[in-house]
């Protein structure tokens, strides 16, 4: 075993507690809400005893709590999240219909931003201290202050009630029969808003980070070794200075990913985008606690996996860890 | 006596500082402003934000009657305004001081026993830095019920452990100096060990970790209340977007819209600003640059 092996195991052990933690939570979480979840479910005072017993017996009420952890357990196993009381369906079959959408916006969003972002922040920082910098830093720091959905419902009101250049929300025009590279450009226009929302608070992260990052490179010796052999400048920012800045950003895409996923739910509920992130304000506003719960799952479990793999692939690029393990 | 006098010094010479602090000032004074109409709002032409108006005034436009104009409810969006910073503001102040407490004492008490101790309350730290935090405050403020109290507590599970990690961090350095050293020398106890001699030296990060928690907790409220998880009895900033969003007729009332936006914006600006400047003063060497 070399010391990469060591790292990739630790951290794949890691990872999988952490889950069945968040499996823990999930069940406790939903447990100790004060009341019976029954009767917050049906408010109705007319539902009779035998009716409430029924429910109760359905959704597995009845039984002990460790009866109920198991029976959770062994749903879990077997891909069953319960059943969603808004939807009728089981909550694994409504959210996997979603996560496609989410996806595809989260992933592009994503792109947009750290390529943008790198750029700016890699720019201002080798440029520190000039008017570009101040401007470019300026900005991230106010866009940064603004939460996602109050940008995203001034973003609806220009563009797509007062000016009509975008649609008002959801992914495709209805009843529209668009097909191949229509459909796409017509999911792209759709798309556009939401994701600039997305991107716009995102943005802000990676400039900073890089920008703070680049300056520090800047200071360091091999930089001015490259200077002092007569390199181009723009050789000594490509090949010397950015690769070396990066490395503190690649850390931070994990931990943001957490972060990521606020803007998904704000962005997708202001634009109707039909994806997770909506599914969480659709589940709130119907109290559907069993389809919020599996979202919630979804969404922990998924950053778990997304920075076990940011972890692995930080350990490849960083030659420390093949050394020390 | 002596003590509390060196207090009170640093923190004039703290106040001043900041008062030369272009951004912090700015920040400062908008946060003061903010403050102002939260306690006076009864005094600034406000009437009750919650009572519905008559049928005659529903999404009025601003007028010398209604300054902001009237919701779909024919409710006062100056009052919902003004009255709305009490929410933004006592969530953000109580939320923070919850988290910090809370944050450095866990951060306190790991850092200085270490071993098994430290082992266990950073696994935990860790556990809760993993989760994504929007989500796990959506579920737990549904689950708990709408109430600001509920808010407040929510915003507090999720934030601790962010300043848990920072206060631990400064005290592992802080209980190897000599200072503490020597007190335990001359038989000192754990406790004044740590509460006497350690935690004031933690007090200007505890600081600088209550501007930002108050950050963040101002925008966790705005959002949660925006998905319509806010106290259904205080209206907030978020809950006047959550109504203006659901009743579909936002695009003609811009009046209803552009207040709560701004002054969330102008609120967490501002908040940042400060944030900025009191990790700038607390900077070693930011005193002597100023001439002090």
């Given amino acids: 075993m070399t010391g990469l092996h060591w790292f990739a195991l630790r951290k794949g052990?890691?990872?999988?507690?952490?889950?069945?933690?968040?499996?823990?939570?999930?069940?406790?979480?939903?447990?100790?809400?004060?009341?019976?979840?029954?009767?917050?479910?049906?408010?109705?005072?007319?539902?009779?005893?035998?009716?409430?017993?029924?429910?109760?017996?359905?959704?597995?009420?009845?039984?002990s709590l460790g009866g109920q952890f198991i029976a959770y357990m062994k749903g879990l196993s077997r891909g069953d999240l319960g059943l969603s009381f808004s939807h009728r369906r089981p909550v694994a079959e409504v959210v996997a219909k979603r996560i496609p959408q989410t996806l595809l916006l989260v992933v592009t969003a994503l792109c947009v931003a750290v390529v943008l972002g790198v750029a700016l922040g890699a720019l201002a920082g080798w440029r520190s201290g000039t008017r570009f910098d101040t401007i470019v830093l300026t900005l991230?720091?106010?866009?940064?202050?603004?939460?996602?959905?109050?940008?995203?419902?001034?973003?609806?009101?220009?563009?797509?009630?007062?000016?009509?250049?975008?649609?008002?929300?959801?992914?495709?025009?209805?009843?529209?029969?668009?097909?191949g590279i229509a459909y796409a450009r017509d999911v792209l226009w759709h798309m556009l808003l939401p994701a600039f929302s997305i991107v716009i608070w995102y943005i802000g992260e990676y400039v900073l980070l890089t920008r703070s990052s680049m300056i520090d490179v800047m200071g360091k010796e091999y930089i001015i070794t490259a200077k002092a052999k007569g390199l181009k400048e723009l050789g000594i920012l490509k090949n010397h200075a950015l690769r070396n800045a990066l490395l503190p950003v690649v850390t931070i895409t994990g931990v943001n990913l957490g972060f990521a996923v606020a803007g998904v739910i704000e962005a997708e509920t202001v634009f109707s985008w039909p994806g997770v992130g909506r599914l969480v304000y659709e589940a709130v506003s119907k109290r559907d606690y069993p389809l919020l719960q599996g979202v919630f799952l979804l969404f922990a479990v998924?950053?778990?996996?997304?920075?076990?793999?940011?972890?692995?692939?930080?350990?490849?690029?960083?030659p420390r860890i093949k050394v020390r393990g | 006596m002596s003590v509390s006098r060196d207090r009170t010094d640093k923190l004039r010479e703290f106040l001043q500082l900041l008062c030369g602090h272009g951004m912090g000032l700015t920040g400062l004074i908008i946060i003061l402003v903010f403050l102002a109409t939260a306690l006076f709002a009864p005094f600034l032409g406000c009437v009750d934000p919650g009572r519905s108006g008559e049928f005659a005034n529903i999404l009025l436009p601003p007028s010398s009657q209604f300054w902001f104009g009237t919701d779909d409810l024919a409710r006062d969006i100056w009052s919902q305004t003004l009255y709305g910073s009490r929410v933004s503001l006592t969530v953000g102040i109580l939320a923070a001081f919850i988290t910090v407490v809370t944050g450095t004492l866990v951060g306190l008490i790991a850092g200085f026993y270490g071993k098994w101790i430290e082992e266990v309350l950073m696994r935990i730290v860790d556990f809760f830095m993993m989760l994504p935090e929007l989500p796990l405050m959506i579920v737990l403020a549904a689950v708990l019920g709408p109430s600001l109290w509920n808010i407040v507590l929510v915003v507090s599970i999720v934030s601790w452990p962010t300043t848990?990690?920072?206060?631990?961090?400064?005290?592992?350095?802080?209980?190897?100096?000599?200072?503490?050293?020597?007190?335990?020398?001359?038989?000192?106890?754990?406790?004044?060990?740590m509460f006497g001699e350690i935690l004031p030296n933690v007090v200007p990060l505890m600081f600088a970790q209550a501007v930002?928690?108050?950050?963040?907790?101002?925008?966790?409220?705005?959002?949660?209340?925006?998905?319509?998880?806010?106290?259904?009895?205080?209206?907030?900033?978020?809950?006047?977007?959550?109504?203006?969003?659901?009743?579909?007729?936002?695009?003609?009332?811009?009046?209803?819209?552009?207040?709560?936006?701004?002054?969330?914006?102008?609120?967490?600006?501002?908040?940042?600003?400060?944030?900025?400047?009191?990790?700038?003063?607390?900077?070693?060497?930011?005193?002597?640059?100023?001439?002090?």
């Fill in chain 1, 13 to 63: 052990v890691a990872a999988f507690l952490t889950i069945i933690a968040i499996l823990c939570a999930n069940f406790v979480i939903f447990r100790i809400a004060p009341g019976d979840p029954i009767r917050m479910m049906f408010r109705d005072p007319r539902v009779s005893a035998q009716q409430l017993q029924a429910m109760k017996e359905k959704f597995g009420l009845d039984k």
């Fill in chain 1, 140 to 179: 991230s720091l106010t866009m940064y202050s603004i939460p996602t959905f109050s940008l995203g419902i001034i973003l609806l009101l220009i563009f797509a009630y007062h000016l009509a250049v975008f649609p008002l929300g959801g992914i495709v025009t209805p009843a529209s029969g668009f097909t």
């Fill in chain 1, 302 to 318: 998924s950053v778990v996996l997304a920075n076990l793999v940011i972890d692995l692939i930080y350990g490849y690029i960083d």
């Fill in chain 2, 164 to 193: 848990t990690r920072v206060v631990r961090s400064q005290v592992l350095s802080l209980k190897e100096r000599p200072f503490v050293e020597a007190s335990r020398c001359i038989g000192a106890g754990n406790p004044t060990l």
């Fill in chain 2, 212 to 292: 930002l928690m108050i950050t963040e907790a101002i925008y966790a409220e705005a959002v949660l209340s925006f998905l319509g998880l806010g106290d259904p009895t205080r209206i907030s900033w978020g809950s006047m977007l959550h109504f203006a969003f659901e009743s579909g007729v936002m695009a003609r009332a811009l009046w209803w819209v552009i207040p709560p936006i701004a002054s969330i914006v102008a609120l967490i600006v501002s908040f940042s600003l400060l944030g900025t400047a009191v990790s700038d003063i607390l900077e070693p060497g930011y005193k002597e640059t100023k001439g002090f």
